[in-house]
């Protein structure tokens, strides 16, 4: 016995394959997203955003901008860029002539050391961030002292001139201590920019 097949036609081939699939049902009062969500900005239940520029979002959002008599004010004499309070510097950024050798950069963060040693002062802040190394000096009287870092004019103060670079504020921080958050301005790039030219 001879089975005869009856030829389909690609619709109705169509038609019967859609017929099997499965369909989830949605629920009545489901809505779509909104576009003003932002990735990985509106999860919940995570540590932090996963990239870095919704990181910087969130921290830029929560973080004051600088109140209270705190300003950058400059020693065009000293070739130096103070930020705080009148007569008492937070944080200080110098340009150091030297009779050889190349300029150096002088990043001076005005708190006392807890203790001397060695510690990391790192600069975050308009899509950048950079580090350098900075030292514990106690002042001779015993009373205060800063902790101080001496770098020549080179990549690493360029990338910390790149902090400095936006609109945005910059997180001032020597590791374990509390950060400083100091807007940008003419002050500090005017110190950057001198003392990074030829």
């Known amino acids: 016995m001879m089975l005869k097949f009856l030829p ?65 004010t400059i020693e065009p004499a000293n070739r130096k860029a103070l930020f705080g309070p009148p007569g008492t510097p937070a944080f200080s950024i110098q340009c150091q002539l030297q009779r050889e050798g190349p300029k150096q950069l002088i990043f001076a963060r005005h708190l006392a050391p807890t203790a001397g040693g060695k510690a990391t002062l790192s600069f975050t802040g308009n899509g950048q961030a950079a580090s350098v190394p900075v030292a514990a000096i106690a002042n001779p009287d015993g009373v205060g002292g800063e902790w101080r870092a001496v770098i020549d004019a080179g990549d690493t103060a360029r990338d910390v001139a790149e902090t400095f670079g936006g ?13 400083l958050i100091v807007p940008a301005s003419a002050e500090p790039r005017k110190i950057l920019s001198d003392c990074l030219s030829g």
Do not use: H, Y
């Open 8 to 72: 389909i036609s690609p619709f109705v081939g169509a038609i019967l394959l859609l017929a099997c699939a499965k369909s989830d049902p949605v629920a009545d009062n489901a809505v779509a997203p909104t576009d003003a969500m932002l990735g990985d900005a509106s999860a919940t239940g995570l540590a932090a955003p996963a990239n870095s520029g919704a990181a910087e979002a969130v921290q830029q959002a929560a973080v004051p901008a600088a109140s209270g008599g705190l300003a950058w």
């Open 167 to 179: 609109p945005g504020t910059i997180d001032v921080s020597v590791s374990g201590l509390p950060s």
